[in-house]
């Protein structure tokens, strides 16, 4: 299986920062690399596919980058809705899908 | 708009079974395939498996084989996770998710909110 590291585990920063979440791959995957956002409660949300491509209706400042096994997923002014657990899931090699162990971002 | 809702929370004690809804709405049933996903307290995102609504064909995580069944009812746009012989491991949030992959790669474009499956003696 291919395994996702995500880092760091966690953070603080504030409103308006620029934050960047980063996912690394045990092997190449090309741009097969998905990214979710989940609050406490809710259901997860797809915010980025295929590496970079934003998912409709998810707003313009989250952005994603990155190909083969190094991958970024960045929040250009970070808003009070935004602090939620970010994970990134490979879909190159399945089954199974794997989920990295998720960036919390937390309020300073 | 495209809908999964699932069943409600569930306690069970070792060693039962639990058998977990998504009802699908929105769109149409046998055109995606659902997915499982659980989230154990503290933990990260863990795939179970998938069923493929049109031809009930299915696949499970290794981990899970023997132990989980899923299953679907067209009829009523429903699909069905049960995992059996529970231990307090298995205590979790239990997500479907429906899978979509045009354009480009697949991902998991709409979710449940989830069903908490606890288990206690």
């Known amino acids: 299986d291919i395994q996702m590291t995500q880092s760091p585990s966690s953070l603080s920063a504030s409103v308006g920062d620029r934050v960047t979440l980063t996912c690394r791959a045990s092997?190449?995957?090309?741009?097969?690399l998905n990214w979710y956002q989940h609050k406490p409660g809710k259901a997860p949300k797809l915010l980025i596919y295929a590496a970079s491509s934003l998912q409709g209706g998810v707003p313009s400042r989250f952005s994603g980058s990155g190909s083969g096994t190094d991958f970024t997923l960045t929040i250009s002014s970070l808003q009070p809705e935004d602090f939620a657990t970010y994970y990134c899931?490979?879909?190159?090699?399945?089954?199974?899908?794997?989920f990295g162990g998720g960036t919390k971002v937390e309020i300073k | 708009q495209v809908q999964l809702v699932q069943s409600g929370a569930e306690v069970k004690k070792p060693g039962a079974s639990v058998k977990v809804s998504c009802k699908a709405s929105g769109y149409t049933f046998t055109g995606y395939w659902i997915h499982w996903v659980r989230q154990a307290p503290g933990q990260g995102l863990e795939w179970m498996g998938w069923?493929?609504?049109?031809?009930?064909?299915?696949n499970y995580a290794q981990k899970f084989q023997g132990r989980v069944t899923m299953t679907r009812d067209t009829s009523i746009s429903t699909a069905y996770m049960e995992l059996a012989r529970l231990t307090s491991d298995d205590t979790a949030v239990y997500y479907c998710?429906?899978?979509?992959?045009?354009?480009?790669?697949?991902?998991?474009?709409?979710w449940g909110l989830g069903t908490l499956v606890t288990v206690s003696s």
């Open positions: 998710a429906r899978e979509q992959d045009t354009p480009m790669v697949s991902r998991f474009d709409y």
């Open positions: 899931q490979q879909s190159y090699r399945t089954p199974p899908p794997t």
């Open positions: 092997q190449n995957i090309n741009n097969y």
């Open positions: 069923i493929n609504p049109n031809s009930d064909g299915t």
